[in-house]
């Protein structure tokens, strides 16, 4: 539904070049919801403004429902018509709303189609229901002052669908606010989402709105998607930093006379009782370090750092039980954990294994 390819943005100021977009590959499916995350200044807000052409992209070619949008821009930076044509099947809602506040709020979600040259009465019977569907019937003559954060980024997103668009695009919408809001209007998004087929791209700096309503999601690090895929494909891969920070286990790593590993339960595994198996079977005391149980993408997974005695090759049957069990397993400590490395094409060669850092001797004289 929307594709970048190779996407590029220098912004030129006072002279110096700042890349905020370094080819930029992103791939949204139809009827998604798609979430970037990543920290302050990785290209967030320049990646979804190159989206819909708000912003131009320096190199790259942008489509989205079929149509390359690069190719309609136009010179300048004024849109042509094609372009503002297309920009009517893509809505946006933003973090600080952008409401007119000398407009009533039917008066402010009309606003896009008195542009489209919708008549008067079509008008309002489109904003007023698209303020129900959002459940703000009752609010179309108040104006924004008169309403909280929450029902204002309603009237954001009922304005952002007066278009019939099939995208909708957010940047930071929940961010200005409080907790159990923020989880309404993501409520919000994931029903429009459902009802109306609607593609949703959004950005985020909270790993729990990727959690809660992401099909899909991908982490920018400086002006780069640096790793990207369904929240439940990313959950499943070894190393996936993504996954890491959406589903902290917590646990500190020990010295080189332990094997530490991440064990993730989806569905079914998840009711086994596999770690008494494991200590019963083979006879071992097993540490949890760190565990966490929640839903992420609309499925439940647990997590569990657990630590076995002995270093890695002493460990390599128990291991391979739990892999037998349907479990996920990373080990994140000891020589495999450098083997996977190597493989995973890192230099490591598995002849020189990683080895957990000495403890200083600050520590060392602590712990006497
Ligand atoms: N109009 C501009 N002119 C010059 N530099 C810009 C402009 N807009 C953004 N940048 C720079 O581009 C980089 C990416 O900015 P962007 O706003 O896309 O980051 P972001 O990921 O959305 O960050 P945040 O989480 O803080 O919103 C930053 O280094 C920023 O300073
Ligand atoms: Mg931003």
Do not use: W
Not at 112 to 126: C, D
Not at 150 to 156: A, D, E, F, I, P
Not at 168 to 176: F, I, K, P
Request: aromatic fraction near 2%.
């Amino acid at each position: 539904m929307i594709t970048t390819t190779d996407l590029t943005k220098v912004y030129r100021s006072r002279g110096r070049e700042i890349t905020a977009l370094d080819g930029v590959d992103l791939h949204v499916r139809e009827g998604e919801v798609y979430g970037v995350v990543g920290q302050s200044g990785a290209g967030k807000s320049t990646l979804i403004r190159c989206v819909n052409l708000l912003e131009r992209p320096t190199s790259g070619t942008v489509t989205v429902a079929g149509q390359d949008l690069t190719a309609l821009a136009g010179r300048g930076t004024r849109a042509g018509s094609a372009l503002r044509k297309a920009r009517t099947g893509i809505g946006m809602v933003f973090q600080h709303f952008n409401l007119l506040s000398s407009r009533t709020v039917r008066d402010n979600v009309e606003l896009p189609l008195e542009i489209l040259g919708v008549s008067g009465k079509q008008r309002t019977r489109k904003a007023q229901e698209l303020l129900d569907l959002v459940g703000l019937a009752d609010k179309a003559k108040a104006y924004p002052a008169q309403l909280s954060g929450g029902q204002k980024q309603r009237v954001g997103i009922a304005r952002a669908l007066a278009g019939d668009p099939k995208v909708l695009l957010s940047d930071e919408a929940t961010s200005a606010l409080d907790p159990e809001t923020t989880r309404s209007i993501l409520q919000l998004l994931r029903d429009l989402n459902r009802q109306l087929g609607l593609t949703v791209l959004l950005i985020t700096h909270e790993m729990d709105v990727v959690k809660s309503i992401c099909d899909s999601a991908a982490l920018m690090r400086d002006g780069r998607i640096v790793e990207s895929g369904a929240v439940a494909e990313l959950l499943a891969t070894p190393g996936s930093e993504l996954a890491r920070e959406l589903f902290p286990v917590g646990g500190e790593l020990p010295g080189t006379d332990r094997t530490v590993v991440d064990v993730t339960f989806h569905g079914e595994a998840a009711t086994k009782p596999v770690i008494s198996q494991l200590a019963r079977t083979y006879n071992i005391d097993i540490s949890i370090l760190g565990a966490a149980m929640d839903t992420v993408g609309g499925r439940q997974v647990g997590r569990m750092r657990i630590e076995l005695p002995g270093p890695f090759e002493e460990n390599v049957v128990p291991i391979g039980f739990l892999r037998e069990q349907g479990l996920q397993i990373e080990v994140a400590s000891g020589a495999e954990a450098a083997l996977r490395a190597a493989n995973d094409g890192n230099p490591i060669k598995p002849a020189n294994p990683i080895k957990p850092t000495e403890p200083t001797e600050l520590t060392k004289e602590g712990a006497k």
